[in-house]
């Protein structure tokens, strides 16, 4: 258990639905992301945050999708109108960051895996 | 843009000594890491390398030549439980997001 805990961890939707995924991340961390990976890939990035402020999306990150981090501790990850080629495991990953660009590894969650049928 | 290449797949046997080759092209470098995944289960961090040379942690060591734009992961007496993918990550310029290699799943048999 790394301390970054992600709900639910198995999804299933049918295609056209709407599905919200929830990341909360090591309290003290001020930076969190999201990725997406598929089998056989590594993680691709999506988005992060700095605090609440969205600093950076992705291509990959269409109109379907959109991240939130409200009081800038935890996170959601909606998709809507969900297709098939979104189904993958999303995985969310927090860490600190200061100014003097110190480097801290990111601590990823179990990930939540998308089934969409 | 960053390109990350490594291996797909690997076979070692148990108890031996396996390397894991990593190279990227990228547009600026601040540092390049190793993290293990498990089947089914989340990344776990391994190492980071920032400057030239070899760090060594336990049974793991990564090593990293900037010029070259290369890395490899060195693991010593391979257990059973090291079969897993190991994924070789870029970090850009300016704190930008980690950028990872595809993963090479490495199998460790009897």
């Known amino acids: 258990d790394t301390g970054v805990s992600q709900n639910p961890r198995h999804k299933i939707t049918k295609r056209g639905q709407n599905v919200t995924f929830r990341c909360d991340p090591i309290?003290?961390?001020?930076?969190l992301y999201w990725y997406r990976q598929t089998l056989g890939q590594g993680p691709e990035f999506l988005t992060y945050f700095q605090n609440e402020a969205q600093l950076e999306k992705s291509r990959l990150l269409s109109d379907r999708f959109s991240a939130e981090r409200p009081k800038g501790s935890f996170s959601t990850l909606e998709i809507q109108r969900t297709e098939q080629g979104d189904s993958a495991m999303y995985l969310c990953a927090s860490t600190k960051w200061d100014r003097d660009g110190a480097y801290y590894e990111q601590y990823f969650g179990p990930g939540t895996r998308l089934t969409v049928t | 843009g960053q390109n990350i290449d490594q291996p797909t797949e690997m076979t070692a046997t148990e108890g031996a000594i396996v390397q894991i080759n990593c190279t990227y092209q990228t547009s600026g470098f601040n540092g390049l890491f190793w993290y293990q995944q498990h089947a089914g289960e989340a990344p776990t961090f391994l190492s980071y390398?920032?400057?030239?040379g070899l760090e060594e942690k336990g049974r793991f060591s990564s090593f990293l030549s900037r010029s070259k734009g290369y890395s490899y992961l060195l693991l010593k007496e391979l257990q059973m439980k090291d079969s897993a993918s190991y994924l070789c990550?870029?970090?850009?310029?300016?704190?930008?997001?980690?950028?990872f290699g595809k993963g090479t799943r490495l199998s460790v048999i009897a």
């Open positions: 309290s003290e961390h001020n930076r």
């Open positions: 390398n920032v400057l030239d």
């Open positions: 990550a870029v970090r850009g310029p300016g704190n930008t997001p980690l950028v």
